[in-house]
């Protein structure tokens, strides 16, 4: 048993007096740490993360949940910090205002202009530069930062056009907005999990098992503010922080709270790429493993570790080629978007006319897309059949691209975008809801298959649909070194023979209506694909730079080397439920 109070090891943590912060306020209030043989001295920072690494260096702190790249920056220019745990693993929106008379309406409306940071290597300058990076523009040329210091000197310059803009995290931005000093034009996320709790190497020596019961305490914390508390977590969140009950809702729905003993290495490459591109540090080539405490973490990879999403390529491919086509601004059709919208699944819009015909999905139909990406067949089911479309998309830069060019198509009415994990969002979605879940090539993304159909199966209505083209495992097993390349370079984890597919559906109490071969098709039109791409090489390389030519040939190439193998199948899967 743990002795009395007062022999309980002390370890000191500090943060931001926000919202992110809650799990930990759980934790204390109620004794968690005290149970789990460890006290905590909690110390707010309410001056973020740049004060916050003063307090691990000055010794007023043992450790620290902070914002990722600040803690990359410093350990990069080598201190001593290690991170030791993925705090929040979604990243941090930040909401693009301009004044209320200003003469900026869209993002676009940005470029060539002046943005207010509140201090140069700031989150708010760094995001400024992403910003410029995934819509193509030049960051040294098309974009230009004036020092203004507080949110409150930001929110004054954008009414007196010292600047035409500012980023500002949304939720702490939004009184702002509704009550009409400043305007929203746009968002955009971190290409990275947002906090980190990190240490120094000597105290994280020093007081190893404390710390260790510091983390495993937070985890259960973060297990309650989650599952067992999630009705009562928003309402407790909107009194303590101030927040709106709604704002408060709508960020704990898309919030992922989890003090994960991972750290995705794909969000670490990105922070360096993009601290080393604005000159917070010398070089990005810095091995990952020292910026880690690996008793306490390892380093993971996730989807973004994929050659097409790991860097911003999707986003600034796709604005740089509505540009090329005169469709950078303003009000476009849906159908005009086929070029850029409808070529992350296989066969474009026939592949979507073909669900549409075979679900009968019409006016009244309520569907789900999953992993709708750029939002292209969510779009072209509400543009064809005026059915309502959620869109629920993973990766958050994808998401915020989509949802900007359904608003252009004038379908935001019917196409209604949400950001985050499937398996975790669905839990907030009305049970037996839906006519029709439809997906192309997502579902080899999503390891635990058994809780997606599960839930797929309590979300749709009695006769309702789960639509999937999918990979499966043809009779000759895949090979060691396949696996390997699907589990890396497709962030496809795990691929099962058509036997386990079924019998995985069908546990879920979904009936398997019709399963179609599509390999012999799919091994075609995969290696007609990389010919294509080949063929237009000299126009693809003019437009985006042969960094990223490289990265999707690299990946078009992968893929149909696995079909030519084989050993990899594709199906379409059709399951009801009865």
């Not at 690494?53 to 410093?74: F, N, P």
């Not at 205002?97 to 060539?112: Q, R």
């Not at 914390?221 to 067992?228: D, T």
């Not at 080899?444 to 639509?467: A, T, V």
Request: aromatic share 8%.
């Amino acid at each position: 048993a743990v002795g009395g109070m007062s022999e309980l090891p002390i370890v000191r943590v500090g943060g931001v007096p926000e919202h992110f912060n809650f799990a930990w306020h759980i934790a204390l209030e109620r004794g968690l740490f005290e149970k789990n043989g460890v006290k905590v001295q909690w110390v707010d920072q309410p001056l973020g993360t740049g004060q916050m690494i003063t307090s691990l260096k000055e010794d007023k702190a043992d450790l620290v949940i902070a914002l990722t790249e600040g803690l990359v920056a410093d350990i990069a220019k080598g201190s001593d910090i290690r991170i030791i745990s993925t705090y929040v693993e979604s990243p941090l929106c930040w909401a693009i205002s301009t004044g209320k008379n200003a003469p900026f309406n869209s993002v676009e409306d940005l470029k060539g202009q002046k943005f207010g940071v509140s201090r140069l290597t700031s989150g708010s300058h760094l995001m400024a530069f992403v910003l410029a990076m995934q819509r193509g523009w030049n960051p040294q040329t098309d974009i230009s930062f004036e020092i203004k210091g507080s949110f409150e000197n930001l929110r004054n310059s954008v009414n007196d056009g010292s600047t035409a803009a500012f980023m500002w995290e949304t939720f702490t931005t939004k009184p702002f907005h509704d009550s009409g000093e400043v305007k929203r034009i746009g968002d955009i996320t971190t290409p990275w999990s947002c906090f980190m709790i990190a240490g120094r190497q000597s105290v994280l020596d020093a007081k190893f098992d404390a710390i260790s019961r510091v983390l495993a305490t937070v985890r259960e914390a973060c297990e309650i503010f989650h599952v067992s508390e999630q009705s009562e977590s928003p309402s407790r969140i909107s009194q303590r922080y101030g927040l709106k009950p709604e704002d408060a809702k709508a960020w704990f729905d898309g919030v992922k709270i989890s003090a994960t003993k991972k750290v995705s290495e794909a969000g670490i490459e990105r922070a360096l790429s993009i601290l080393h591109q604005v000159g917070v540090i010398p070089t990005a080539d810095v091995p990952l493993k020292n910026l880690i405490d690996s008793r306490f973490v390892e380093l993971s990879i996730d989807i973004h570790s994929m050659k097409l999403y790991n860097k911003p390529e999707l986003v600034m491919r796709t604005y740089r080629e509505l540009q090329a086509l005169g469709m950078s601004r303003g009000r476009i059709s849906y159908t005009d978007l086929v070029p850029v919208d409808q070529r992350h699944h296989y066969h474009g819009t026939d592949a979507v006319d073909h669900a549409i015909s075979r679900l009968s999905i019409k006016e009244g139909s309520s569907v789900i897309s999953l992993g709708s990406g750029l939002g292209g067949p969510a779009r072209w089911i509400a543009g064809r059949t005026n059915a309502t479309v959620l869109a629920v998309e993973l990766q958050h830069s994808l998401h915020e691209t989509a949802v900007e060019l359904t608003k252009r198509c004038n379908l935001d009415s019917k196409v209604h975008h949400i950001p985050g994990d499937f398996l975790q969002l669905s839990q907030h979605l009305r049970p037996a809801s839906y006519d029709a879940i439809v997906s192309w090539l997502t579902v080899l993304h999503i390891p635990d298959r058994e809780k997606l159909f599960k839930q797929s199966f309590d979300l749709l209505k009695p006769n309702g649909y789960f639509y999937a083209e999918d990979f499966f495992e043809l009779s000759t097993p895949l090979t060691e070194e396949e696996k390997q390349r699907l589990s890396k370079d497709v962030f496809c984890p795990y691929v099962p023979n058509l036997e386990t597919y079924r019998k995985q559906i069908e546990s879920s109490g979904l009936k398997i209506v019709e399963v179609v071969d599509l390999t012999a098709d799919w091994k075609v039109y995969t290696q007609e694909r990389v010919e294509k791409f080949k063929s237009h090489k000299e126009s693809f390389v003019n437009l985006h730079g042969e960094e990223i030519f490289k990265s999707l040939l690299y990946f078009y190439q992968t893929v149909a080397d696995l079909y030519a193998g084989g050993h990899l199948g594709g199906l379409r899967i059709i399951a009801q439920k009865n």
